[in-house]
């Protein structure tokens, strides 16, 4: 087994180990995909989905980039560093449709299209979720 | 190119920095912490460290919420931690310094001292310059930080230090890399990833020279890597486009390239750029972005990982005798 995933392993256990344990002897969560940049918890996820479905009708770019870059975008790059490990068209498909809407948010002014963007973000961040082994909230109606 | 995992180095550091941050709301012997019980964590957002040359160090602080430590200066100290063979308990004391916040570039910086900030507020790193190690093995990195709102705050990282550079250094010759340019026979998005939403190669002017070919020729170039779509960092997108505006402004003194990291992100395995290969693939890891400065004899003068003081940059650039045409 290569170095690098044994060390991660015991250093991993180490962590478990330090942190203790339920103290009740059952079984601790199963733990969250992780990558490059660390876990993804089912929690962060559905918050930067929700995110998401609120910048769809943002209409001024100084509040939708505040909401993109306060309630999404950290978390976006954790589940692509988790995505990649995994499935890298997904991840990929995330990455891409990040980028667009970030490219949206540069201008001095939301593009026609900017909606259009962020639901494509939308589905490729389930997309990618689901690629991991998370579910994602629905946007509200 | 066979299949590239994300940098051994930079998963074992996230791995180190989890054993540093792990149990910390149950230590006895916290700085103070807010109202809201926040607890700042901290996490290396430099690389490639190693013995015996002053080199910048930087460091990221947030806290669980996602709100950044941002503004003014944080103090540093450094303590040696031993390699995995020989691990050295107590660690011993090793070099101090004054980080300062280093903004994500289009990001403000304040004079006030270090407060908490949303990310659409501010967001950036704290670094600290000519930090020197005397030896090779895993180091601990102590933060401590004034910070508005919360109080004395204390937080904890690691890094390692190898005994040389794992990529080329100040004073090391260039590698003389054929990377991909507008010329070569290659899909757009291998030239620069944001043609793949683009159709085309947004910045042809860093896509205009090899490497090899400034060297050849004697001439200065400020190189970057980076992949402004297939990024996982925060720091990629913006620091290219840095590097496009200085390309405006300072044509005469250098030559600006811009190397995409992978020539296809999507395959399986997923293809790397040779140019990117070439400076940053080590043990079948890496990390960027990073910006390299060569030379006119094709030594390299400075280099930069993830993030970098523009005017520490130009600053840099002017010191270059203006091109003949």
């Excluded at chain 2, 340019?181 to 683009?198: C, G, H, I, K, Y």
């Amino acid at each position: 087994m290569p170095r690098l995933i044994v060390a991660t392993l015991l250093a991993s256990a180490l962590v478990a180990a330090a942190c203790g344990s339920n103290g009740d002897g059952s079984d601790g969560p199963s733990a969250p995909p992780s990558g490059a940049l660390g876990p993804v918890t089912a929690e962060a996820a559905a918050e930067a989905v929700r995110g998401l479905c609120d910048l769809v009708s943002a209409t001024g770019r100084a509040g939708a980039e505040a909401t993109f870059l306060d309630r999404s975008h950290e978390t976006l790059h954790v589940i692509a560093a988790a995505t990649e490990e995994r499935n890298r068209d997904a991840a990929a498909d995330l990455l891409e449709a990040k980028q667009r809407v970030e490219a949206d948010l540069a201008g001095a002014d939301l593009p026609p299209d900017f909606p259009s963007d962020v639901e494509a973000l939308i589905r490729a961040t389930r997309g990618a979720l689901e690629a991991i082994g998370l579910e994602a909230p629905a946007c509200p109606a | 190119m066979d299949a590239v995992a994300r940098s051994r180095l930079s998963v074992v550091l996230v791995v180190f920095s989890a054993l540093a941050a792990a149990c910390t709301s149950g230590d006895p012997d916290p700085s103070p912490s807010g109202p809201t019980g926040d607890v700042v964590s901290a996490g290396m957002a430099s690389s490639d460290h190693y013995v015996g040359a002053p080199q910048r160090v930087a460091i990221g602080l947030q806290l669980g919420d996602g709100r950044l430590v941002t503004f003014g200066t944080v103090d540093v100290s450094f303590s040696y931690l031993g390699t995995a063979e020989a691990p050295v308990d107590p660690p011993e004391r090793g070099p101090a310094a004054v980080a300062v916040y280093l903004p994500t570039p289009g990001t403000a910086d304040e004079a006030s001292g270090p407060t908490l900030s949303l990310p659409s507020e501010a967001r950036g790193v704290y670094e600290a310059e000519d930090v020197t190690f005397d030896r090779a093995g895993f180091w601990q990195a102590d933060v401590t930080a004034d910070v508005g709102g919360l109080g004395a705050q204390r937080a904890s990282t690691t890094l390692e230090v190898l005994e040389d550079p794992a990529y080329p250094a100040p004073g090391e010759a260039a590698i003389e890399t054929e990377n991909l340019t507008l010329d070569s026979d290659a899909p757009p998005e291998a030239v620069d990833s944001r043609a793949t939403n683009e159709s085309e190669v947004p910045d042809p002017e860093l896509h205009e020279w090899t490497i090899a070919r400034a060297l050849q020729e004697g001439r200065p170039a400020l190189v970057v890597f980076s992949t402004p779509v297939y990024c996982v960092s925060k720091f990629c997108g913006p620091v290219t486009d840095v590097v496009q505006d200085l390309a405006t402004r300072y044509e005469d003194r250098a030559v600006f390239i811009h190397v995409e990291i992978w020539r296809d992100y999507n395959d399986d395995p997923p293809v790397m750029n040779q140019g990117a290969a070439d400076w940053l693939l080590r043990n079948g890891g890496f990390t960027e972005p990073w910006l390299f400065l060569i030379g006119a004899d094709g030594t390299i003068v400075d280099r930069w990982a993830n993030l970098w003081r523009e005017d520490e940059v130009v600053a840099a650039l002017e010191t270059l005798p203006r091109m003949k045409a």
